[in-house]
């Protein structure tokens, strides 16, 4: 494939926030981008952004847990805007609480939404990109890998996107595709407001908390992200495969 060639990305959970600002940063890079999700005339704000720049969108429906959805909206992709090269799998949910109130369809849910639904796409996807012999996979992940009260679900999920990016990496590199993951500290997006509302905080002065805790002295934004996520799927990022880049505005430790 020529680098001159219109490259296809897929995001997904990509109606708002972080996969929101990610789809419309490739877009201006000069992707053709699939803005994917659960709901898809949610993806229409999204989609209006690329297009009214002079981009190349597309809104795809789709519950990335479930393996006949992801398998449909790959293929309606490919058909559409052509071959999905670059793949990021952001798509996300929230079912916050402490161990001993956690249930199962709490566990499930989240498990099966991050990590599951990761699995699905990259294996979709990926045989687009060994015909193509050019992949690029980015996984959203967390500094909540590291653990987090009151997130086990969240936060194991989260770590299993870095194991599964490392695998990956290992697996298709030798296709030319890389894996990489970018694990945000604290974005301001809808899903953290609704964790300051579980703690039972206003937004503005849970960001303000957060912000003090950050040697940065701010919180990020969705954009913060999508720089990240743009720098691994750049061309020229061809020989970063297998890395895990925290985006928290400061060391973690």
């Not at 639904?117 to 992949?135: I, W």
């Not at 990022?237 to 297998?242: C, E, I, Q």
């Amino acid at each position: 494939m020529s680098t001159t060639e219109q490259r296809v990305a897929v995001v997904t959970g990509a109606a708002r926030g972080i996969g929101a600002a990610t789809a419309v940063r490739l877009a201006a890079e000069g992707r053709a981008v699939a803005v994917l999700d659960l709901d898809e005339a949610a993806c229409a704000d999204t989609v209006e952004k690329i297009t009214a720049a002079g981009g190349k969108a597309l809104a795809v429906g789709c519950d990335v847990s479930d393996a006949a959805q992801v398998d449909a909206a790959v293929t309606r992709v490919a058909a559409e805007l052509g071959a999905p090269v670059i793949l990021v799998n952001n798509a996300g949910v929230l079912r916050d609480n402490l161990l001993f109130k956690m249930s199962e369809d709490d566990w499930d849910t989240v498990l099966d939404v991050h990590l599951r639904g990761a699995f699905l796409m990259s294996r979709a996807c990926q045989k687009h990109m060994v015909d193509a012999g050019f992949g690029r996979i980015v996984n959203l992940s967390s500094s909540s890998a590291l653990g987090n009260r009151g997130q086990a679900n969240y936060a194991a999920a989260k770590a299993g996107m870095q194991g599964l990016t490392k695998t990956l990496a290992k697996e298709l590199g030798k296709f030319g595709i890389t894996a990489n993951s970018v694990a945000p500290g604290f974005i301001a997006t809808d899903m953290t407001a609704a964790t300051a509302a579980r703690v039972g905080m206003g937004f503005e002065d849970f960001k303000t908390a957060a912000a003090s805790q950050i040697p940065v002295q701010r919180v990020g934004e969705p954009a913060d992200i999508a720089n990240a996520v743009a720098f691994f799927a750049d061309e020229q990022a061809g020989f970063v495969s297998g890395q895990v880049l925290y985006v928290a505005g400061g060391p973690l430790n």
